[in-house]
């Protein structure tokens, strides 16, 4: 017996089962989009609220640096994540008893700290004069045509005066400054040199002069830094400085750093990388100058062709570059520098806008 086959109960069949299965499929779209949704935040910024990323790298030495619980550097020098939405941060307003004076962010080559050296190169145009344009006395010279730096010609005049009143010896003899000494006893290859922040020492005799010595007068070694000055290369510091000790070579960086690096046992080199662990506005280094209590920190230059230098109200900033990234500054507390002139360099300064 032929059985008849019904296609039309076939289709019907085939038809529920194709909506079945688009029917399990749609269910399954919508359950997987509300999983989806449940976790999604919804960030609605403008570009007035966010601060690009492509900004984080910029310093802005009034934006300091903190460090969250997780360790994580936050303001102006952190680097957003991919998934962080970094809100710009308001202008950092400095403290009541602070303000702001512009210098040129290339001027980090000039002043008296600044450290030049087989790795730092003097790449400034130093600003000399010569001893023939200086009232100076009790000082020895091979020539008045030496030159040296008009930053520390008065410290200088009175170091020699004072030396020659407090031990009655007019024969110390600055023997070189700008140049390479004539004579290699002096020691040869000193880069420093080119800036004329530095001298060389001699000691006269009737016929003939050697280098000077702490154990032939001991004034001078005890009250340098009085003046500013520092044994430039001291015995010990030879890793350091790369040179060995030459008590003849001073170095003029200012007299409360030649006091800071004394007290604290410390040559240029290691001055300066302290200093740059104490910026303007974490805690800032001390040293009492004549009565005088300066305040010393680092300012990292700008990204800009100007920085911003922060400063004690009342007070004269000495400010020098380091020739390396920034700035050094010593502020007195009580608001007067005292007998240290006042060292602002580069170009006249001006106020920073408010």
Not at 9 to 26: E, N, Q, R, S
Not at 282 to 307: D, P
């Amino acid at each position: 017996m032929n059985r008849r086959i019904d296609y039309g109960k076939i289709a019907l069949i085939l038809t529920i089962v194709i909506l079945g299965i688009f029917a399990v499929d749609f269910c399954r779209r919508l359950y997987s989009d509300w999983q989806g949704a449940k976790g999604t935040l919804n960030v609605h910024t403008s570009s007035s609220q966010v601060e690009s990323i492509s900004d984080a790298s910029s310093y802005d030495p009034l934006v300091p640096e903190e460090t969250g619980e997780t360790g994580t550097t936050t303001g102006a020098g952190a680097n957003a994540g991919p998934d962080t939405t970094t809100t710009a941060a308001a202008p950092l307003t400095p403290p009541a008893d602070y303000s702001t004076l512009q210098v040129s962010t290339a001027d980090t080559i000039k002043g008296s700290l600044i450290l030049v050296n087989e790795e730092h190169a003097f790449s400034g145009a130093a600003d000399l004069t010569t001893f023939a344009d200086i009232n100076y006395s009790h000082l020895r010279l091979p020539r008045t045509d030496l030159q040296l730096n008009t930053a520390m010609a008065t410290s200088l005049v009175s170091l020699f005066n004072d030396f020659y009143n407090a031990t009655g010896f007019g024969n110390l003899l600055v023997y070189s400054t700008t140049q390479e000494p004539g004579s290699a006893q002096y020691g040869l290859g000193v880069p420093e040199r080119a800036a004329g922040l530095s001298m060389d020492i001699g000691i006269l005799s009737e016929t003939s002069h050697t280098p000077y010595s702490s154990a032939s007068y001991p004034w001078l070694a005890q009250h340098a830094v009085d003046y500013g000055f520092i044994q430039r290369f001291p015995a010990g510091k030879e890793e350091q400085t790369g040179h060995n000790a030459m008590e003849w070579h001073l170095r003029y960086v200012g007299e409360p750093h030649a006091q800071y690096m004394k007290t604290n046992d410390l040559c240029l080199e290691e001055y300066l990388a302290l200093v740059r662990e104490h910026p303007w506005d974490k805690e800032h280094l001390s040293i009492e100058v004549k009565g005088i209590i300066y305040e010393i920190y680092y300012v990292k230059a700008g990204a800009t062709a100007t920085t911003d230098i922060p400063y004690l109200n009342g007070t004269d900033p000495i400010i020098s570059g380091d020739n390396m990234n920034g700035f050094v500054v010593a502020c007195a507390k009580t608001g007067s520098t005292g007998n240290e002139p006042a060292v602002v360099i580069g170009d006249e300064t001006t106020p920073a806008a408010e």
